[in-house]
């Protein structure tokens, strides 16, 4: 008697099989089948998920990828490069915890390596407060002869590290001849730009720095290329909703423009995930599926708030229409120094401009 599989054509024995699995995965008792639903079972769920975040007035350091990392708990995220020519930062906290940060950086660095560089994202005091004391601690590569007087290279001080920034930074940091700057001048930066981007070359890495406008006009995001770490300064804030300061030139639409530039130099590594590595402003470190989101998010609020001011409404009626309710749970906040409120009365003016 012949086997009976050779009366069945391929695709009909594909079938049986099929079938067969079938049957056998129903006879599988109930409790082994892994969905989140069955391993969250009298848990109950809560969103945003509780992060672990440092005790307050303390600092934590979390390796990024290659020779960067990141020391949280300093008000906004500082980002660290180490290597063979030294230190470089990304933004220093508030002033209060200066020496807090540099005994962290001093623990992530090699032994007996100078400070060379801050960079200034932003002029936020929760980004640039430790500038003074901290920049104080490192020290310039001289490019003259010490006691070379004439022009502005005379003026470096050599026993500071040089502090980078865009050019409205600095602008927004100091003041006039003869009036009263907001900040001392032991902060300000004394390597300014104000073009698209400025590039050197440290710790055998290419460090790419850009002014990509969001909540003012003069952030910077800083591509370490060889780690592929991008640290972001404000144009990226995962613990709410973005800080639009108007004063400063920020605007909602300045945040898509640029988060779209930013989407651009991310490569996800697989399904959208991994990949390039984010530093945000605030918050966790984050990949490119985080940032198209975040992005994503901004798009579908500006779009709403701007068909509502079409119709014209009045503020008080887009906040009562709740343009960001299904974000609210993850970006939302009823309290502290950046409310949903603000968020949405600072898009509502920054797209009532034009
Ligand atoms: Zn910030």
Not at 96 to 122: C, E, G, H
Not at 166 to 194: E, I
Not at 213 to 221: A, L
Request: proline share 7%.
């Amino acid at each position: 008697m012949k086997p009976l599989h050779r009366h069945l054509p391929a695709s009909r024995l594909l079938l049986a099989c099929v079938a067969a699995a079938f049957v056998f995965a129903l006879l599988i008792p109930a409790e082994r089948v892994y969905t989140q639903a069955a391993q969250g079972a009298g848990q109950k769920q809560v969103w945003p998920p509780k992060l672990e975040e440092p005790a307050a007035g303390e600092v934590e350091v979390l390796p990024v990828r290659g020779q960067v990392s990141v020391i949280i708990g300093a008000g906004g995220n500082v980002t660290v490069q180490t290597g063979e020519q030294g230190i470089l930062l990304v933004d220093t906290g508030i002033a209060s915890m200066s020496d807090k940060v540099w005994a962290a950086v001093q623990r992530i660095a090699p032994p007996r390596k100078p400070l060379r560089y801050v960079i200034n994202t932003t002029e936020h005091p929760e980004h640039t407060g430790g500038n003074a004391v901290i920049a104080g601690k490192g020290e310039t590569v001289p490019l003259r002869d010490a006691n070379y007087t004439a022009g502005p290279q005379g003026t470096i001080q050599y026993n500071r590290a040089s502090v980078v920034a865009h050019q409205n930074v600095l602008n927004r940091m100091s003041a006039p001849t003869g009036q009263k700057s907001p900040t001392p001048p032991d902060s300000w930066p004394d390597n300014t730009y104000a073009i698209d981007q400025k590039r050197f070359y440290f710790n055998d890495e290419p460090v790419v720095m850009m002014n990509l406008p969001g909540n003012t006009d003069g952030n910077t995001v800083v591509f370490f290329r060889k780690s592929d770490v991008i640290s972001t300064g404000d144009l990226i804030d995962l613990t709410r909703y973005p800080q639009i300061d108007l004063k400063a030139g920020g605007s909602i639409q300045a945040f898509v423009t640029s988060l779209n530039k930013l989407i651009d130099l991310c490569v996800p590594e697989s399904h959208g995930a991994g990949g390039t590595l984010i530093v945000p402003g605030h918050g966790r470190i984050a990949d490119h599926a985080e940032v198209a989101y975040y992005r994503d998010m901004l798009y579908i609020v500006r779009d709403r708030i701007q068909d509502m001011i079409d119709k014209g409404m009045t503020l008080a009626q887009v906040k009562a229409a709740r343009p960001t309710r299904d974000y609210d749970g993850r970006y939302g906040s009823t309290t502290g120094a950046w409310t949903t409120d603000m968020f949405v009365e600072a898009a509502f003016a920054s797209l009532s401009k034009k």
